[in-house]
């Protein structure tokens, strides 16, 4: 039975969401819909969902820097215009996480991610999402989504088989054309993409945890079919040897909701601002969709998301999102029954329980047209998966306690399948009320802190992620128990339990029970937890799974609070101007708290050589002048913006200040810089490392942080665009750095060695920009509807043929700055640069 049809609880006439909110779907645990709804209006206004004949049509308008909008009559054309317009755009980074998702990695790559270096990393990804089992999960859940849902996703797919196969395999990106793994996609691809994408700051991290979780006894990670040869776990072991970083791209953002008593108009503004990846399977796209008189939205969303705008506005409410400090996993820690021998028995209220054993198969490509099938089982427990960390998390004897002990992993979105109808219906809602419900009824935005505001001026926060639901009581247990405490601090991850059913999470905390706040001046987040989202009513009470409480802030998070609190340039309150220059302005904290003092303690020691690591000694006087002359932003022509950067990552790590951090002030500590030798020591190792990568500590940013995009063979182009922007490290809002580990795809790419401790990378000669600012916009509400000013820094198309692959990139390059986005009407029609009507037969099954 399929989720129940969208009642339209944004329109006055319809009726609440929650009349047909499914029995715990989205909730992680029982994803079994309810048998009836009860309809308490008969006739509910509602949107067309499948095209009523078959025939799919689309009408698409590309305006200025090729940003599409997509209308037509029902939510299947709508997903249709979009995927073939996403496709024309970035179909090498949809196809290869098709691929990626459905286990078929090592089939079309070889073993290995980086080919010849043994780290068996496609192996790990197949047999991973096998044992996560997201395809099962994805065939399972389609028939549990709304229909609008399942309209949008299979539009999605036959505009994007519609693209591929008018332009023909040999004539897409050159990154992928002619590729074996470029074909067709279904719904079901689609649907296994979203279960996978769920899981990227939980599950999808423990791959390797995952292949090394054999029984006791055993050191085989996978068997050869057709020859019973076995696969060493050794290497694999050595390689995942630590505890998994379940943010290895260090996903962050920036979202502002200010609310009538700060705006000046009175009506709702907004700020957003994603700090993502500029490459891989991570990257938004912009566009816009409409059905007459039914729906209007403008925004982006991450690549793969059907129709539906992540961040962006309609006529009557915007919203945005920050990766938050919630977690969406929980480890339990089973004590094996010692009556067998194999390990493979647990204790559950004092009960032996078998582990379910799974067994999985892949195909491994091992040369032109040769294959091998490698066979390995997976093992199950009541509270999920078992994983294997071999310094942190053992399956057999606990070095320290002598126990025989297994791990398991519980996922809350394991499965989701509330993703794409939580994202519509906040794409349809028209307040903040109707906002709001979108969390009672779903649970779907995974990993977001959510930030909204309504023309009227209202503003809410919440943190919608999926939170393993354990019980209060449970929790307070856990809290007094020394050994999970010891547990959970040494491996940086809530350990819990797992000898007690009282412990199995109950799927997800519920939306009552979540943070949230709702205000008329405004909410903000800058990845630090929700309890100041707004210093004025503190966040507390809740789960200690949502993030701490008490906590000293990150210096970006400080930077956007001292800028709301200087309010704007209208008695105080903000014009969209305001907002626009508070997100690329480039200030840095850091240097607006400790620049002067620095300065002065610099020009003190004169030429006075200062001793730093390995008995060298550096004269910093051409540090204090170069300091001297910084304008304290992060701007192209800053000089000494390097330096200061440099001297901050130093500092960082051993903060100097005279005032230490104070919970009871939280947005006022720590403060002032002591003055001391640590201090110039920090500065002197700042000025080595630039004049070890053979650069000046006068330079201006412009000089030495740049964008450089990858030739379809993972080549450095060349092409050095200049690049303004500051970083975490000083404390910037508008953020940018280095990213040179995986982007979540094989897409081949160029990257330069780091030197220790930095983002500076001496033989690329300053910072190459990989990550941060992306989907950014700064927006308000008026009397003719929204206007908003915005930008995706890294361009629409990941095609290096699009004419779209660089003109954002070059726009932002030559200064930092947004431009108009369209949303009404007359001007997309103003903007257009080309237009096509798109018709088609429907895929529908």
């Not at 992993?409 to 028209?430: I, T, V």
């Not at 959970?488 to 939306?511: C, H």
Request: with cysteine; charged share 15%; aromatic share 10%.
């Amino acid at each position: 039975m399929a989720k129940p049809t969208f009642q339209r609880a944004w329109l006055p006439t319809a009726i609440a969401l929650s009349i047909f909110t499914l029995a715990g779907c989205g909730d992680g645990y029982d994803p079994d819909p309810v048998d009836e709804v009860v309809v308490t209006n008969p006739e509910p206004e509602g949107l067309v969902t499948f095209d009523p004949d078959g025939t799919l049509e689309a009408d698409i308008t590309w305006t200025d820097y090729g940003v599409p909008y997509v209308n037509a009559e029902n939510l299947e054309s709508i997903g249709y215009g979009v995927g073939y317009a996403f496709a024309r755009d970035n179909i090498c980074i949809l196809a290869d996480q098709i691929i990626k998702f459905n286990s078929k990695r090592a089939m079309y790559f070889g073993p290995d991610r980086v080919p010849g270096s043994g780290d068996s990393d496609n192996i790990l990804n197949d047999f991973g999402y096998l044992a996560l089992g997201i395809r099962d999960n994805a065939e399972q859940g389609f028939s549990q989504i709304s229909e609008e849902a399942q309209a949008i996703i299979t539009g999605y797919a036959a505009g994007y088989n519609r693209y591929l196969a008018d332009t023909g395999v040999d004539n897409i990106a050159p990154a992928c054309a002619g590729q074996p793994w470029v074909q067709p996609i279904t719904p079901i691809d689609l649907m296994t993409y979203a279960q996978g994408v769920a899981l990227l700051p939980g599950a999808a991290n423990f791959t390797g945890p995952l292949f090394l979780a054999v029984p006791p006894q055993q050191n085989a990670g996978a068997t050869n079919k057709a020859t019973g040869e076995a696969m060493s776990l050794a290497p694999i072991a050595e390689l995942h040897s630590e505890v998994p970083d379940t943010n290895p791209t260090e996903a962050g953002s920036n979202g502002w909701a200010i609310g009538k008593d700060l705006s000046a108009t009175g009506q709702g503004m907004l700020i957003a601002n994603p700090h993502f990846p500029h490459s891989g399977n991570q990257r938004f796209w912009q566009f816009g969709v409409e059905i007459p008189g039914e729906m209007k939205v403008v925004g982006g969303s991450l690549s793969g998301m059907p129709g539906i705008v992540n961040i962006g506005f309609n006529e009557n409410v915007a919203w945005t999102h920050t990766f938050s400090t919630a977690s969406r996993f929980t480890v339990h820690r089973l004590t094996l029954d010692t009556n067998d021998s194999e390990g493979k028995t647990y204790l559950l209220d004092g009960e032996p329980v078998a582990m379910t054993r799974k067994q999985h198969e892949i195909e491994v490509a091992t040369g032109p047209g040769t294959f091998m099938t490698l066979q390995r089982s997976s093992y199950h427990s009541e509270f999920g998966p078992i994983i294997v960390i071999p310094n942190a998390l053992p399956w057999g004897t606990d070095p320290v306690t002598g126990q025989q002990v297994a791990y398991a992993l519980f996922d809350a979105n394991l499965p989701n399948y509330e993703l794409f109808d939580h994202w519509l219906s906040m794409n349809l809602a028209d307040g903040i009320d109707s906002y709001k419900q979108t969390f009672v009824d779903n649970t779907g935005t995974v990993f977001n802190n959510a930030m909204m505001v309504d023309k009227d001026g209202n503003t809410f926060f919440t943190d919608g992620s999926s939170v393993p639901n354990i019980r209060p009581d449970a929790i307070a247990a856990w809290a007094e128990n020394p050994l999970y405490q010891g547990l959970s601090q040494q491996a940086g991850l809530f350990i819990f339990p797992g000898d007690d059913s009282g412990f199995i999470p109950q799927g997800t905390v519920p939306f009552s029970e979540a943070p949230q706040l709702e205000r008329s001046d405004f909410v903000q987040n800058s990845n630090d937890s929700y309890w100041l989202t707004n210093p004025a009513a503190p966040i507390t009470g809740v789960s200690p799974l949502w993030g701490p409480v008490g906590n000293q802030q990150s210096y970006r998070s400080r930077m956007a609070q001292k800028m709301l609190a200087e309010g704007g340039s209208v008695d105080g309150k903000f014009t969209r101007e305001d907002l626009v220059e508070r997100l690329i302005g480039n200030r840095a904290w850091l240097a607006e708290e400790v620049l002067a003092d620095l300065v002065a303690h610099c020009d003190a020691r004169g030429t006075t050589p200062v001793s730093i690591a390995g008995d060298a000694s550096v004269d910093i006087s051409a540090s204090c002048a170069a300091l001297a002359a910084f304008d304290g932003r992060m701007n192209l022509n800053s000089v000494g913006a390097m330096l200061f950067r440099e001297f901050a990552t130093e500092f960082r790590r051993n903060p100097q200040w005279v005032n230490a951090y104070d919970p009871a002030q939280p947005t006022a500590t720590p403060n002032t810089l002591l003055a001391n030798e640590t201090v110039l020591q920090q500065l002197a190792t700042a000025q080595a490392r630039i004049e070890t990568a053979g650069l000046a500590a006068d330079a201006a940013l412009g000089e030495v942080q740049f964008v450089e995009r990858s030739l379809p063979n993972g080549m450095p182009s060349g092409v050095r665009l200049p690049w303004g922007g500051a970083n975490n490290i000083e404390g910037g809002f508008n953020v940018f750095r280095s990213n040179m580990g995986n982007d979540g795809t094989v897409l081949p790419r160029h990257t330069y060695p780091l030197l220790p401790g930095s983002d500076l990378s001496a033989e690329a000669g300053g910072y190459h920009i990989t990550y941060g600012s992306s989907w950014m916009f700064a927006m308000e509400f008026t009397a003719d509807g929204p206007v908003a000013n915005g930008l995706l820094t890294y361009s629409q198309a990941s095609d290096s043929d699009s004419d779209h692959y660089l003109d954002q990139t070059l726009l932002y390059s030559s200064q930092p700055q947004l431009r108009p986005l369209h949303f009404d009407n007359d001007d997309i029609a103003a903007a257009a640069i080309e237009t096509l009507t798109l018709s088609g037969a429907s895929e529908r099954e």
